[in-house]
């Protein structure tokens, strides 16, 4: 059985940095792209970064330039780095494997909180 393991949230101030992770296991996890999702209760899920199996990246503009996603292969892993962290950024924060076209290879992580607040 596919396992996606979130880790890293926590409680921190306005302008704090923050290093979630999503280790993947019982996948080849090289073949799939990666994506962060964030989600208040109640709201919808919101897409906000992901890498492609070649190590391309989007961002929405809410997130880019203080956010970063990046993959390390060889321990089936993505992190999403966060810098200059503000309120509107507590949510819970999910990770995303999917495999491009098709109807089955999609898996998600348990979220881990964030909430940024003074």
């Known amino acids: 059985q596919v396992h996606l393991v979130g880790s890293g949230g926590g409680v921190l101030q306005p302008g704090g940095t923050l290093v979630c992770s999503c280790v993947?296991?019982?996948?080849?996890?090289?073949?799939?792209?990666v994506c962060w999702y964030r989600q208040d209760p109640g709201k919808h899920r919101e897409l906000f970064a992901n890498?492609?199996?070649?190590?391309?990246?989007n961002y929405t503009n809410s997130v880019k330039r203080r956010f970063t996603i990046s993959r390390e292969n060889d321990e089936s892993t993505v992190y999403l780095q966060m810098n200059s962290l503000k309120r509107e950024d507590t949510d819970d924060y999910l990770c995303?494997?999917?495999?491009?076209?098709?109807?089955?290879?999609?898996?998600w992580g348990q979220g881990t909180q964030v909430t940024v607040s003074s």
């Open positions: 995303n494997v999917f495999l491009n076209g098709l109807s089955y290879g999609n898996y």
């Open positions: 993947a296991s019982r996948i080849i996890f090289k073949i799939y792209n």
């Open positions: 890498s492609t199996t070649r190590g391309a990246t």
